[in-house]
Antibody, heavy 118, light 110 residues
Framework: QVQLVESGGGVVLPGRSLRLSCAAS????????MHWVRQAPGRGLEWVAI????????YYQDSVKGRFTISRDNSKNTLYVQMNSLRAEDTAVYYC???????????WGQGTLVTVSS | QSALTQPASVSGSPGQSISISCTGT?????????VSWYQQLPGKAPKLMIY???NRPSGVSNRFSGSKSGNTASLTISGLQAEDEADFYC??????????FGGGTKLTVL
């Protein structure tokens, strides 16, 4: 069965960096684009970024452009997001999701919490 | 990149049908048949309920259905059950290669 497991969350000071990982199993990882989606406490879902199946194409939400970098290692079945210059408003649970038809998120991980606070 | 517009809350009694709307623009919902709907139970990850406007993933009850007219998509839940109580989110692919989510709708089963 499809399984996505995020890790790397924690408490970080404003302006610092953090890298999240998402380990995939149960499907051919290299055949699918992958998303990062976040959810601030008590708020709705917010799309962050997507990377194509081969890592060549990447798209970002405006508020994270230039600060976040999505990447993948198909040899390790792992998705990443490098988050730099973190702000308080980046505080959220970060989910990875497999991208299906029309960029739908057809399978989701359980999420990892990132708290940006001094 | 404005979010899609959903009602903050809807409610219904067991056995009734309810619909949740998701309004976008001609650059997203109106231009692509790539609207999805997700159910999120408290403290859990979102679960895909509808994709490509009206398709149900394997395992999702046929009480859930989706449709679209112009810039507005809708999720309909028929035969409402207590376990349907959750937050529901729509999403749509949008021009300039972005993904938009709605603000979410809290469904209460009375």
């Amino acid at each position: 069965q499809v399984q996505l497991v995020e890790s790397g969350g924690g408490v970080v000071l404003p302006g610092r960096s953090l890298r999240l990982s998402c380990a995939a199993s149960g499907f051919t990882f290299s055949n699918y684009a992958m998303h990062w989606v976040r959810q601030a406490p008590g708020r709705g879902l917010e799309w962050v970024a997507i990377v194509s199946y081969d890592g060549r194409h990447k798209y970002y939400q405006d508020s994270v452009k230039g600060r976040f970098t999505i990447s993948r290692d198909n040899s390790k079945n792992t998705l990443y997001v490098q988050m730099n210059s973190l702000r308080a408003e980046d505080t959220a649970v970060y989910y990875c999701a497999r991208a299906g038809s029309g960029w739908t998120g057809d399978y989701w991980g359980q999420g990892t919490l990132v708290t940006v606070s001094s | 990149q404005s979010a899609l517009t959903q009602p903050a809350s809807v409610s219904g009694s067991p056995g009734q049908s309810i619909s949740i709307s998701c309004t976008g623009t001609s650059s997203d919902v109106g231009d692509y048949n790539f609207v999805s709907w997700y159910q999120q139970l408290p403290g859990k990850a979102p679960k895909l309920m509808i994709y490509d406007v009206s398709n149900r993933p394997s395992g999702v009850s046929n009480r859930f259905s989706g449709s679209k007219s112009g810039n507005t998509a809708s999720l309909t839940i028929s035969g409402l059950q207590a376990e349907d109580e959750a937050d529901f989110y729509c999403s749509s692919y949008a021009r300039n290669s972005t993904l938009l989510f709605g603000g979410g709708t809290k469904l209460t089963v009375l």
